[in-house]
């Protein structure tokens, strides 16, 4: 059973915009770091963005950095992310998961995190 679930997923146009979110019923969310991640047929799974919970410290790859935004709803548990000015390189199924806090900062690392949702298909297309 997933400890995270995704949702928001679906079909855009180029140039569209999507929010994706994450909660984690099964989990204490401030005793964790959450990452955001990616992956298109034939590729690798790919870190997008990551949040430190405890401090709200976020970060994101250079790749999508300025064109996606991660955000937090602390009363709903919820951790978003804002897909921008989409395009067709866009498209894969977008995983959020969870490793426990380091006391440092958060990781996307695909190895580092221990918990992952079933993810959500993102399919940008005419």
């Known amino acids: 059973q997933s400890q995270l679930v995704e949702s928001g997923g679906g079909l855009v146009q180029p140039g569209g915009s999507l929010r994706l979110a994450c909660v984690a019923p099964?989990?204490?969310?401030?005793?964790?770091?959450i990452g955001w991640f990616r992956q298109a047929p034939g590729k690798e799974r790919e870190g997008l963005s990551c949040?430190?919970?405890?401090?709200?410290?976020?970060t994101y790859a250079r790749s999508v950095e300025g064109q996606f935004n991660l955000s937090l709803n602390k009363a709903r548990d919820t951790i978003y992310l804002q897909l921008n000015n989409l395009n067709v390189d866009d498209s894969a199924v977008y995983y959020c998961a969870a490793k426990p806090d380091s006391g440092y900062r958060c990781s996307m690392d695909v190895s580092e995190m221990k918990y992952w949702g079933k993810g959500a298909l993102v399919t940008v297309s005419t």
């Open positions: 099964g989990l204490t969310l401030e005793h964790y770091a």
């Open positions: 949040i430190r919970m405890r401090t709200g410290w976020t």
